[in-house]
T-cell receptor, first 113, second 116 residues
Framework: SQTIHQWPATLVQPVGSPLSLECTVEGTSNPNLYWYRQAAGRGLQLLFYSVGIGQISSEVPQNLSASRPQDRQFILSSKKLLLSDSGFYLC????????????FGQGTRLTVV | AQTVTQSQPEMSVQEAETVTLSCTYDTSESDYYLFWYKQPPSRQMILVIRQEAYKQQNATENRFSVNFQKAAKSFSLKISDSQLGDAAMYFCAYRSGIQGAQKLVFGQGTRLTINP
């Protein structure tokens, strides 16, 4: 069966520090991968999605970047965090062809102080 | 670009009663998929139900059913016999059926409270 791992679960970082959140998927190949951000009590904002290694689409201009160095690995990064980067970050994957829904990781609660 | 709108930020229902959550979407496409996701306090996103736009029959999953009105671009979720465990944020989501268009777009969510 397929599983998705996202870490860390919680993170407190000072303003100006770098960020690296990692997400990996097991049990499938060539998945579509997604990073979403959820502000408190709000909906999910799509940040990045990827349909293959090195292929990243950015949805919103921001202080963040994403990379996909391996087929089932998706990394969210920042060189210098801002207070406004605080939020709940969710990684998700979906099958390229056989299915249409997305499956989500447990999320990372990021607090920038 | 496709948009999804949930006009009810909060809803409440008595345990064992029925509640309907509203969702509308905007698209020019004819082939697409619609979803309802549940996010309990643990914040894990859980798929509740899925509807393919080409299917006229409304999807059902046990106590959960949808009213899919394609012409009106409406996709509401009905929860029957509400249970305390149904308390959560509910998100409506849209995905294009076009090959290569893989984005899943979410509404702002509806917080559902179940009153015992």
């Amino acid at each position: 069966s397929q599983t998705i791992h996202q870490w860390p679960a919680t993170l407190v970082q000072p303003v100006g520090s770098p960020l690296s959140l990692e997400c990996t998927v097991e049990g499938t190949s060539n998945p579509n991968l997604y990073w979403y951000r959820q502000a408190a009590g709000r909906g999910l904002q799509l940040l990045f999605y990827s349909v293959g290694i090195g292929q990243i689409s950015s949805e919103v201009p921001q202080n963040l970047s994403a990379s996909r160095p391996q087929d089932r690995q998706f990394i969210l990064s920042s060189k210098k965090l801002l207070l406004s980067d605080s939020g709940f970050y969710l990684c998700a994957w979906s099958h390229r062809v056989f299915s249409t829904e997305a499956f989500f990781g447990q999320g990372t609660r990021l607090t920038v102080v | 670009a496709q948009t999804v709108t949930q006009s009810q930020p909060e809803m409440s229902v008595q345990e064992a009663e029925t509640v309907t959550l509203s969702c509308t979407y905007d698209t020019s496409e004819s082939d697409y998929y619609l979803f309802w996701y549940k996010q309990p306090p643990s914040r894990q996103m859980i798929l509740v139900i899925r509807q393919e736009a080409y299917k006229q029959q409304n999807a059902t999953e046990n106590r959960f059913s949808v009213n899919f009105q394609k012409a009106a671009k409406s996709f509401s979720l009905k929860i029957s016999d509400s249970q305390l465990g149904d308390a959560a944020m509910y998100f409506c989501a849209y995905r294009s059926g076009i090959q290569g268009a893989q984005k899943l777009v979410f509404g702002q969510g509806t917080r559902l409270t179940i009153n015992p």
